[in-house]
């Protein structure tokens, strides 16, 4: 029986047990005040039943439900009441009767029990009620901080998709269980430890396997309960490229996993409702350090709260990132917990300047520097795992005669792939994703593609970024004619060189409507890009690149003239912010009262948002938010003839009320900041002295 009926009956055995005192009440002497006590726990007990009753048909009651102590009260009621009311009933009907003038007379009733039975009944009641009443108060407490910890977690700005676990990021790489053994078992170690460092800082050059590790070591805190929250950086999306909402969202993970850290939170806001927008120390210290400082512990098993923060040099202000480690730093105050951090970046100048200022207060452990035969080990087992899922897969959909033979590809073949890798695993695996790829199905084919970049004399790692991207990106021009490498290349670098530019990811359909290049045509030119970019079936899902460093392999200045496949940073934001003013400026895009509300003055929150999204599609949204970063990073120069003044001059509320309808307007303070910084004075002294 669930909880609900279970109170029901019991509440229903308890009235009848009342019933028969009463009636013994009436009809005994000489047991009165025994009676009136057991009365009394009898009221007592169906008043706290009742209650439990009512909690149990609340939304929140099938928890109520699953509680032991409830149950065992429960069942300890039905069982006591159950004897009473047949010892009652059984006395009470035994009793003799004789006829007496042609009626009944009953004889003197007995009350069954002693003083002490009644004492003992009494006793185990009361005892069964206080656990019903401590099921029913630790739940109603949960309930409350339930409703708190939703209050709280609303008000909690958040970067999406920047925790280990989401769901962009689901397929992307954890460690092989054979590989980074001595690493793993170093950082638990670490953790562990009870006079260990507050910090752990791993850190190595591009393509060394940071991320990989991070999403492992998240899972294995996750697993063993100690992972508090997990910020995963990534330049070229807009939440994660900075450290704006780090700890707001960091905060939000920490009261999900950690209820009782509502209260504290939810009164830092409830001080400073803009509080989740103050400078970072504001935020970590009245979200994050104070909340934690304030737990209960047990001296005896101290809680161990880890926070993992992933690619901190992708975070784009310098300042920030040195703030973030110093504070960081600071989770060594806190005695209610075990808070430490696991932190992850390349060896980058500020990180270093940030990592030097807290010296004494972390652990770190560089990658690149661990000794070779290690790393040869671990991309050996990574390279026999996935080049052998490669044989299965192929083998399973294709003819006998075209199968890959059982030793592919051999011995010998993978230990010259890790020679080329090492110590990157990220060429690894992009071999691996280029040898796989659908839109070639060959892979002993692929394969031999790469195996024509093995490494001469160039040993540097700088090097090694084009071992891992020129057998993808050369396979799209071989056997073209001069005039069709141009027109190709000239193609990759409009599709691909935005994509690797834009301030956050867009799908394939938007960015159509934002490079104004046909659908297909990008579908073509990324069909061959699927082991550098993660392309989605969807036309809708955004296109990512899977790493940074293919980003870094295009637009290296250093480059220019050896890689035919070299992008200008600057003029492709120039192409892009152009693209983006058109698109603001024309077709109706923006204009006064753009959702027809036909109501000025409507709040933000009352407008559907699925109304926004139909008035202001991706691409919209995309230039009306990024305009004024690409036009920045163009090094342009605005005068009166600009296309950005022509643009402002009629439509700069239009687009202020795109801003607000996104819930961006705040940042409109800071674009035009941006386009002052970026008048041409030369220009407007020059007119101004005409003028006289």
């Known amino acids: 029986m669930d909880g609900v009926g279970s109170a029901a009956s019991v509440i229903d055995l308890t009235a ?66 159950t004897e009473l009311q047949t010892a009652l009933a059984k006395k009470l009907h035994a009793r003799p009767t004789h006829r007496r003038m042609g009626l009944f007379s009953i004889h003197a009733l007995k009350w069954p029990f002693e003083s002490k039975d009644v004492n003992g009944f009494i006793t185990t009641l009361q005892r069964y009620r206080d656990m019903i009443s401590a099921a029913l108060t630790i739940d109603q407490t949960v309930q409350v901080l339930d409703i708190s910890q939703t209050l709280v977690l609303s008000k909690l700005p958040i970067a999406k998709d920047a925790a280990f676990d989401s769901h962009a990021d689901e397929h992307d790489a954890r460690c092989h ?119 209960k512990n047990d001296p005896g098993n101290i809680k161990k709260v880890v926070i993992v923060i992933d690619a ?35 060896p980058e100048l500020p990180i270093r300047l940030g990592f030097n200022d807290i010296r004494g207060k972390y652990q770190d452990l560089v990658l690149h520097e661990i000794p070779r035969p290690v790393i040869e080990d671990d991309i050996t087992v990574f390279l026999n795992d ?49 040898i796989e790829d659908q839109a070639w199905s060959d892979p002993a084919e692929q394969l031999k593609k790469v195996l024509q970049y093995r490494p001469g004399t160039r040993q540097s790692e700088i090097n090694k970024l084009d071992e891992t991207y020129r057998p993808v990106l050369d396979q799209l021009v071989v056997g073209r004619s001069e005039a069709a490498k141009t027109a190709l290349v000239e193609g990759f670098r409009s599709v691909v060189g935005s994509i690797v530019l834009l301030v956050e990811p867009l799908s394939t359909s938007s960015l159509a409507h934002l490079l104004d290049i046909p659908g297909s045509t990008i579908d073509g030119k990324l069909a061959s890009l699927h082991s550098v970019l993660s392309v989605p079936g969807s036309a809708k899902s955004p296109v990512r690149m899977f790493h940074l460093s293919f980003r870094d392999f295009l637009v290296d200045p250093d480059e220019r003239e050896s890689n035919p496949f070299w992008i200008d940073e600057t003029a492709t934001h120039g192409k892009i912010a152009t693209r983006c003013i058109e698109l603001m400026s024309s077709f109706g895009n923006l204009r006064k009262d753009l959702c027809d509300l036909k109501m000025p003055g409507t709040a933000r929150a009352d407008i559907e948002p699925t109304v926004i999204e139909s008035s202001l599609p991706a691409h919209i949204q995309y230039a009306c938010l990024y305009w004024v970063y690409h036009l920045e990073q163009s090094n342009a120069q605005i005068m009166d003839t600009h296309q950005a003044y022509l643009f402002l001059k009629r439509h700069l509320l239009h687009w202020l009320e795109a801003l607000s309808l996104l819930g961006k307007i705040s940042e409109s303070i800071a674009m035009i900041s941006s386009l002052q910084a970026l008048i041409c004075v030369s220009c407007a002294k020059a007119k101004l002295i005409n003028a006289c």
Not at 315 to 332: F, M, T, Y
């Open 312 to 346: 901190l040099d992708e975070c784009e202000r310098d300042n920030d990132v040195k703030l973030v480690i110093h504070l960081l730093s600071l989770a060594k105050t806190v005695s209610s917990v075990r808070f430490r951090a696991f932190v992850t970046s390349r």
């Open 386 to 434: 996935k080049l052998g899922k490669i044989r299965h897969d192929h083998n399973s959909l294709c003819h006998k005669e075209h199968r890959l033979p059982p030793d592919w590809p051999g011995s010998s073949i993978v230990r010259d792939l890790v020679k080329m890798a090492v110590p990157l695993f990220i060429l690894a695996a992009t071999v691996c994703r280029f």
């Open 16 to 81: 009848k047990v009342a019933s028969l005192c009463f009636q013994y009440f009436n009809e005994v002497k000489n047991a009165k005040s025994e009676i009136e006590r057991l009365l009394g726990e009898l009221d007592s007990l169906k008043i706290v039943l009742e209650g439990a009753q009512q909690l149990l048909q609340c939304p929140n009651g099938t928890r109520l439900q699953t509680s032991q102590r409830l149950r065992t009260g429960l069942d300890g009621c039905s069982s006591q009441l």
């Open 177 to 295: 269980p054979k590989t980074r053994v001595a690493i793993r078992q170093e950082i638990i170690r670490w953790i562990e430890d009870p006079q260990g460092r507050c910090i752990f800082w791993l850190n190595g050059m591009a393509g060394t396997g940071k991320s990989t590790i991070s999403r492992t070591v998240a899972q294995s805190f996750a697993d063993t309960g100690d992972l508090g929250a997990s910020f995963f950086f990534k330049r070229g999306e807009r939440d994660r490229s900075s450290a704006a909402l780090l700890f707001t969202t960091i905060a939000a993970e920490l009261v999900a996993k950690v209820p009782a850290l509502a209260t504290d939170v939810g009164a830092a806001i409830d001080a400073n409702h803009a509080i989740t927008g103050k400078p970072l120390k504001q935020q970590f210290e009245k979200l994050i350090l104070e909340p934690l400082g304030n737990l």
